[in-house]
């Protein structure tokens, strides 16, 4: 008999034991609640695309359950089936910002809870195509320059430091050798070129952990939060604590902006030179790239109300996306 659901995990998602230990806890509130579903086991990179796209061919309601890598894997890959089938998300990795941008707390229980729930809408989407031809569907953050280059790093060193700890080795080693870089930024009204840390094109408002970069970017507004930052080393250094509090902005640094559609290019690169691109924690390669919002692009498995904004609110008295401009 066909199941409802199909589970597409990552054995590797995080800490070994961790990770274990969360498949098994994911079971038992799977079965305790009740829910229809069949595992699938991811064992390669990529490997969570072709899953998700054969099943939700064969008509399951397809959930993530990993970290953000498995989530943008699995959104993809039912997007690409052009089936319509839902997709839902089970946090268990370092970060969870994919789940986050939707509603959906780092918390399997309450994860499971909410797929049995069954309530769904749709959200924005972003889609990035590079010059080379990679084509890459986003819930949270396009990001270039500085930022994209700690994700590479980390991505290839997670065999020897694991979670937070690996991202925070590559930020300080990254940040001893890196230069700005001279950009140009196309967006629907506006063109921005100068010297760049890092240029966030947001859908969602987080990356990296619950860092909100963009945080006034929403998934249901129709349109990217683009933020181009031109820091000091130092202050970079110094701010990176203000993302977690949401509390960046406004910022002398940060250029704010708002745009459909969005293209980045280096300004006379030399040969060797690159600015690489990631997207939801996915590199992509390097720029040029080019972004586009797509409004209520899909649907979602979530929960009625934003409940990583009001557990935000609760925590620190506001929503994430309220800046004091005064």
Request: with cysteine.
């Amino acid at each position: 008999m066909k199941k409802d659901h199909a589970i597409i995990y990552n054995p590797k998602a995080g800490k070994k034991k961790k990770t274990q230990r969360d498949i098994e806890y994911m079971i038992k509130c799977l079965n305790d609640i009740g829910i229809s579903y069949k595992l699938f086991e991811t064992r390669y990179p990529g490997h969570a695309i072709e899953l998700a796209e054969q099943c939700a061919k064969d008509g399951y309601r397809v959930i993530g359950a990993g970290g953000d890598g498995t989530c943008n894997e699995v959104m993809n890959g039912v997007i690409n089936s052009g089936t319509g089938e839902l997709v839902g998300f089970i946090p268990m990795g370092t970060g969870n910002d994919i789940p986050g941008a939707i509603g959906i707390l780092p918390d399997i229980k309450r994860a499971c809870e909410i797929i049995h729930e069954g309530h769904s809408s749709k959200s924005d989407i972003g889609l990035a195509i590079t010059d080379a031809g990679v084509k890459r569907y986003f819930l949270g953050i396009g990001s270039q320059g500085f930022d994209a280059e700690v994700t590479k790093r980390t991505n290839e060193m997670r065999k020897i430091f694991k979670g937070t700890k690996n991202y925070i080795v590559q930020v300080l080693k990254t940040i001893i050798i890196w230069k700005n870089k001279e950009i140009r930024v196309m967006m629907d009204g506006d063109i921005h070129e100068g010297p760049a840390n890092l240029i966030a094109v947001a859908n969602g408002p987080s990356y990296g952990g619950w860092m909100y970069i963009c945080q006034k970017a929403r998934v249901n507004d129709g349109i990217f939060h683009v933020n181009v930052v031109n820091m000091k080393k130092i202050r970079l250094l110094k701010d990176f604590n203000k993302m977690y509090k949401a509390k960046v902005l406004p910022h002398p640094d940060i250029y704010e902006y708002t745009s459909e559609k969005v293209r980045i290019e280096m300004l006379n690169a030399e040969a060797d030179e690159h600015y690489f691109c990631q997207v939801d924690g996915e590199v992509l390669g390097h720029v040029p790239v080019n972004y586009e919002c797509i409004p209520d692009g899909y649907e979602f498995l979530r929960p009625e109300i934003d409940e990583v904004a009001e557990a935000f609110k609760q925590k620190h008295g506001r929503y994430f996306w309220e800046c004091d401009y005064e």
